[in-house]
């Protein structure tokens, strides 16, 4: 009988490693593909041609968020791949200089190439949308342009704070290591602290801790995850008080309904985020937890398994170019004067599978173009990165690891700057940040000095390879 072929199911499957656990693939694959399809669904495009938010003109439907807000989810499954991947270094490397910059330097890589070609098609068009006089328009397709350039970069936030959470992993995990989850437990703590100074009349800077805090809480449930220690009990328990104490904070608490940010709310539970948002975080993980031993027959089963496989190596490129393809579709619809019914009327709720439809083939398009800048392995996620890392070792230099630290610090502002501030930099019009206006072309700067420092190891090393 002949071999099956290796991109067959049965090939998938047979090439997976027995201890590989399936459903921390399953959840980065399922996690990205349900914030796609939430933003499609919660975006519209007004009469007046203004980007606004389904949940901010029905706010009965804010509840979605409560299962939708799925980010935490990733988070979640990156402290996996992290442990995993400090794992197989102690394993290789003794201890030693240069092992931080082996680690954070190939994930800022895989993470950053997608991104920059991103950043680069929408630095173009903003470009091309000053010089041709189209953001200086008063009428609503001006304002429509500089929306637009504004709004659609700001899914970078994500990348910003999920390449702090790496750079945070090997300490976080040696943390890990000593404390077990009494360090979730600090950093539980620590956040509502931080929320009850912020809303009992403190500074609003102090808020701004949050955005480390929950977010390292949640990456660092993934360390607990592959060291066995979220047991089913425990998951029913994660999800029980972190839904409950959600219910709470929103119902009781000063905290908005909503688990994602919507235009014009005093108060979001995203930016930045909030003890609710953990809590709600901590409940969906928890769900997630209870799902596993239930989800492990479905997914030993080859076509099931195949799937998540094949889909795997595209899920990053198309969460970085679906609202570009959502605002393709609704310019173009609006343009042939298609109007959309309003906003949670039967007909709307009726051709959303149509739109959807229409916006997965857009983004697929995207995809074919541009995934050749994401270097996922066929595989599955992270198995580039073994690969890769089999054959590298460590840069023994000592500066490298603090040099690696302060590009990780620099990168991390400069995204989540051009995340805030967009990327119009011939318009280069201010917004705030933390504590003061910047503008596009500030966040453009401090990006192209944070990859500098990344990448300056190597070049100082390369003429020493002639």
């Known amino acids: 009988m002949s071999q099956a072929p290796a991109r067959s199911a049965a090939g998938i499957a047979a090439a997976t490693p027995a201890d590989r656990d399936r459903w921390v693939d399953t959840l980065r694959v399922g996690s990205l593909l349900v914030v796609i399809l939430g933003h499609w669904l919660m975006v519209v495009l007004t009469d007046d041609l203004e980007i606004t938010n389904a949940l901010a003109i029905v706010p009965a439907l804010q509840p979605l968020t409560w299962v939708l807000q799925v980010m935490p989810l990733f988070f979640l499954v990156g402290g996996v791949a992290h442990a995993h991947t400090l794992e197989s270094l102690d394993r290789r490397w003794p201890p030693g200089p240069g092992r931080y910059a082996a680690f954070f330097h190939r994930r800022a890589v895989r993470l950053l190439r997608p991104t920059l070609a991103f950043l680069a098609v929408w630095l173009l068009l903003g470009v091309v949308a000053d010089l041709s006089g189209l953001t200086s328009r008063p009428d609503a397709v001006g304002r429509l342009a500089r929306d637009a350039l504004v709004m659609v970069p700001q899914l970078l936030w994500f990348v910003g ?20 989850l009494r360090v979730v437990g600090v950093l539980v703590a620590l956040a509502v602290a931080v929320d009850v100074v ?26 607990a995850w592959r060291d066995g220690l979220l047991t089913t009990g425990r998951g029913w328990a994660m999800a029980v008080v972190g839904y409950g104490a959600m219910l709470l ?51 030993s089963r080859a076509r099931v398994w195949a799937a998540v496989v094949l889909v795997s190596p595209f899920a990053m490129t198309a969460f970085l170019w679906h609202l570009t393809a959502l605002m393709t579709v609704l310019v173009t619809a609006r343009a042939l004067g298609i109007e959309q019914p309003p906003v949670n009327s039967p007909l709307w709720w009726l051709t959303r599978p149509v739109l959807f439809a229409v916006l997965a083939l857009v983004t697929a398009a995207f995809v074919l173009v541009f995934v050749r800048f994401d270097r996922a392995a066929p595989g599955g996620a992270g198995a580039a990165d073994r690969k890769g890392e089999a054959a590298d070792a460590p840069d023994q230099r000592r500066w490298v690891d603090p040099v690696t630290a302060v590009s990780a610090a620099v990168l991390f502002f400069g ?19 933390l504590v003061g206006d910047v503008t596009p072309a500030v966040g453009f700067a401090v990006l192209g000095v944070g990859l500098a420092l990344l990448q300056a190891p190597e070049l100082v090393r390369r003429p020493n390879r002639a």
Request: neutral net charge; hydrophobic residues 55%; glycine residues 12%.
């Open 198 to 223: 912020r809303f009992s009349g403190g500074p609003e800077l102090v808020g701004n801790l949050n955005f480390a805090l929950v977010w390292l809480a949640l990456h660092q449930l993934g360390f």
């Open 415 to 433: 995204i989540l700057i051009v995340s805030i501030v967009g990327v119009d930099v011939l318009g280069n019009r201010a917004v705030f940040f």
């Open 161 to 180: 704070i999920y390449l702090g959470a790496c750079a945070f992993a090997p300490l976080m995990r040696d943390l890990h290591q000593r404390w077990g």
């Open 249 to 299: 904070a929103v119902t009781v608490g000063p905290y908005p309904t909503s688990m994602v940010g919507l235009p014009g709310e005093e108060i979001s539970n995203m930016a930045p985020p909030t003890a609710a948002l953990l809590a709600q975080g901590i409940g969906i993980c928890g769900l997630a937890v209870v799902l596993r031993p239930v989800m492990e027959r479905p997914l």
